[in-house]
T-cell receptor, first 117, second 113 residues
Framework: AQKVTQAQTEISVVEKEDVTLDCVYE???????LFWYKQPPSGELVFLIR??????QNEISGRYSWNFQKSTSSFNFTITASQVVDSAVYFC??????????????FGGGTRVLVKP | GAGVSQSPSNKVTEKGKDVELRCDPI?????LYWYRQSLGQGLEFLIY????????KSGLPSDRFSAERTGGSVSTLTIQRTQQEDSAVYLC???????????FGSGTRLTVV
């Protein structure tokens, strides 16, 4: 069975600080996909990034960066120089490979990030 | 439409009543998903439709829950004889292919009183 663990339930930082969100996953599949979603107070889940299990390159997109380490089954997310607009709940998710078995996501419990001005 | 549209945005119902939640996916998206977000259970997969294939219903919590997708587009999630534990936000998502990730709607907040 697949499992995603986000050990941090809430993180509070002051604006301009960096914040790293941890995500640890479990799966028996050799091919899988990892995702991060942002859920702002408005409630809509916003897709941030997808990574497949064969691509361990770290990725940077503006102030966001992701560190995928297959050896430790982790897919951590860092927000650099945080801003108040980054305040949201962030979810890490895992999906098995494409196929008829379903492309459903297994979500972690989420980490609430509060950025104070 | 431009995004995934869900209606109603809020629904309050009495225990024991049936409710229908509607999802309009992004035009052309062949895959449609329903998830439930509740305080105690987090985000849970409910059901998945892909084209004309039989849906994956493995996440439906009981036989009081059912869903259909008409014409490969609009989907309706029906909860019969609602219980207080059904109170949650029901999220719909659609995708063209998994590669691009899902696009979620804003959800329907269901409160059973």
């Amino acid at each position: 069975a697949q499992k995603v663990t986000q050990a941090q339930t809430e993180i509070s930082v002051v604006e301009k600080e960096d914040v790293t969100l941890d995500c640890v996953y479990e799966t028996r599949d050799t091919t899988y996909y990892l995702f991060w979603y942002k859920q702002p107070p408005s409630g809509e889940l916003v897709f941030l990034i997808r990574r497949n299990s064969f691509d361990e390159q770290n990725e940077i997109s503006g102030r966001y960066s992701w560190n995928f380490q297959k050896s430790t089954s982790s897919f951590n997310f860092t927000i650099t120089a945080s801003q108040v607009v980054d305040s949201a709940v962030y979810f890490c998710a895992l999906s098995e490979a494409l196929g008829a078995a379903g492309n459903k996501l297994t979500f972690g419990g989420g980490t609430r990030v509060l950025v104070k001005p | 439409g431009a995004g995934v549209s869900q209606s109603p945005s809020n629904k309050v119902t009495e225990k024991g009543k049936d409710v229908e939640l509607r999802c309009d996916p992004i035009s052309g998206h062949t895959a449609l998903y329903w998830y439930r977000q509740s305080l105690g259970q987090g985000l849970e997969f409910l059901i998945y439709f892909q084209g004309n294939s039989a849906p994956d219903k493995s996440g439906l919590p009981s036989d009081r829950f059912s869903a259909e997708r008409t014409g490969g587009s609009v989907s309706t999630l029906t909860i019969q004889r609602t219980q207080q534990e059904d109170s949650a936000v029901y999220l719909c998502a659609s995708s063209l292919v998994l590669t691009y990730g899902y696009t979620f709607g804003s959800g329907t907040r269901l409160t059973v009183v």
